[in-house]
């Protein structure tokens, strides 16, 4: 098992950078879906027939050269803070928390690939990029796919293409999405209409905590809904577009705000970084609505010296387990509360170490 | 008349200084209600009988030790954007705001000493100090009474002492007062009770812009309400005697809050302090509601570094005719917002200068 110290002193370096579009997208993710023709789909084994799974996935995963120095997360054996943790950085799903005997999660020190080993899937392999880069985020996901295939007979059908637990991901088993930032088509109310658009188009659109979550801070994630009957380039070309054209509403939203009502607008978002910056109490919610604000400031040029990385980073370090394993203690909410707006005064109070 | 530059440029000295028990008391007046013998009461007067009062009252202010170096503000002959200014220095009262003709104000330098004549009555003289100093308010205004009683006849029976326009004030004619920022009481609810029992106790309390107004920053104006069948000694030592009390409940009611939700407290005081820091446009009632929880922090050490005196100064300085004649321009709402809120960041990037 790898070391928690690790993972928690040298945090993701893919939030180092903020990658291309920073200011609109934090992070492009390419998902893929397999299963082995040996074996039933996992809802249907038992712990030994899941257990058989995870240790030939995790064999040949460790023969890749993509995770030739991987770290492994055995679900089963780790606290559900820990597991927690993981899903906070976006490495396990939900799902994982909750069932997680004979489950298990390989990644590489960069938290750029992973697999999820017995989720619905047998394997779900995730790519990931900062900012608007879904090639990367493919490339990668892909490349591990390749490495697999050489040595795992993945269910496959000619009509259909790749088989998966559920109709939703059949065929190329690929899931492409953005994690998008739209204050300005929510402050505009153009989102709604967007959604719209956007679904009827075959596109997938939710709020940051996925599926019926409320909105909060006004991220969502676009992601491709169509998995079967297409290409992984076709859909990699028609998500690609689709973001550029709503990174286009949204540059377009904004600079409509600032024209419109540039004080206000001012005053709002320098509100947020006086409140993150003084703030002693500093809920999940209230975070999120802030910083997203602040990340508006940053990227529409009205703060400066706060970096989009650094708001990345917050973003992800300031979640509940991500606090409590900082700290090395567990917490109720009132603590975690003080302990994320000691975080966040500490973190724009030293704005150094910035790379974007 | 005196120049309005100098005014502006050298604002009012007394609250250089926090004065004694600052951390409650903003400051302390003494009001003396004169009238003279051979004139009719102002309200009974025509405009020609107002004016002679006004030049024998002005003469013989002038010719007191107190006013040696006097300014005179003639209220029909200055514009309504300069009579709201020096009712927001508390040299005018609102009265003065719309019946200005054949009225005037003298007021030393350090606007410690004023006196409006024709008023309500023909004299009101106004002593003020800094914090919690009855005794010097009162001095200086009992000076003045001496001086220009030399001079002028004023009306006074024996059985009932001075005579004045409204019967409230017969007797010694004296109202002392302070200025009292009680928000412990406020947050603890106990001010109600506070604010029954001192009516009961011949005392009259009210929010910061007088009678029947909101409160608003938890600031109480808090004085005697009897004038008639007591002395002049008996009202100060009595008023004394009452604020001593109340600040004595405010402070306990500040440790209260601190053991109680010292965290809580914490947050609330450091999120105003970053508002104000911050924000790039602030209403009259926003600001206050700030400064009082800011001043509430400094004067129980949460926040250092930030005096009472520069927190009493913006209470006075951000109001709408004062940032109006600072800028030297009239100014909409919105723009009094925007110049409010650049003149508090101001104020607290550069405490320097301080003097408590």
Redesign the interface.
């Known amino acids: 098992m790898f070391n928690w110290d690790d993972i928690i002193a040298t945090p993701s370096s893919w939030l180092e950078s903020a990658g291309g579009d920073a200011e609109v997208v934090m992070s492009s993710r390419a998902r893929v879906a397999r299963n082995l023709t040996e074996h039933r789909f996992t809802h249907n084994c038992d712990n030994a027939e899941l257990a058989e799974i995870l240790d030939g996935v995790r064999a040949a995963a460790g023969s890749t050269g993509a995770f030739a120095e991987s770290r492994y997360a055995p679900m089963g054996e780790i606290s559900s803070l820990d597991r927690q943790f993981l899903a906070e950085r976006h490495l396990a799903s939900r799902e994982f928390l909750f069932n997680s005997a004979s489950r298990g999660i390989v990644f590489n020190e960069a938290e750029t690939l992973s697999l999820m080993i017995n989720e619905e899937d047998h394997l779900r392999i995730q790519g990931l990029a900062p900012g608007f880069d879904l090639e990367s985020a493919w490339r990668r996901a892909s490349e591990l796919d390749d490495g697999l295939s050489a040595q795992l007979e993945f269910a496959f059908s000619d009509r259909l293409g790749y088989l998966t637990a559920c109709p939703t991901n059949l065929g190329t088993g690929l899931r492409l999405s953005v994690l998008i930032h739209l204050p300005g088509l929510v402050h505009s109310k153009e989102i709604n209409k967007l959604l719209d658009s956007l679904r009827k188009l075959n596109h997938s659109i939710r709020g940051l905590y996925g599926e019926g979550s409320e909105v909060m801070g006004n991220f969502f994630q676009l992601s491709n809904s169509t998995t079967l009957g297409t290409s992984e380039d076709a859909i990699l070309s028609s998500l690609n577009e689709m973001v550029g054209k709503v990174i286009g509403f949204e540059q377009r939203a904004r600079e409509m705000l600032f024209r419109k009502a540039q ?2 607008l ?2 709002k978002v ?2 947020a ?9 500093v809920n999940t919610k209230e975070a999120l609505s802030l910083i997203s604000a602040v990340r508006l400031g940053v990227g529409m040029g009205i703060i400066k010296g706060v970096s989009i990385s650094s708001l990345n980073r917050l973003l992800v370090y300031t979640q509940p387990a991500h606090l409590q394993k900082f700290s090395g203690t567990t917490m109720d909410a ?1 603590a975690r509360d ?1 302990a994320r ?1 000691e975080f966040i005064r500490d973190t724009l109070a030293h704005p150094s170490g910035e790379t974007d």
């Open positions: 004080r206000l001012e005053d320098w509100r970084y006086g409140l993150l910056q003084f703030a002693r109490s009132q003080e707006a």
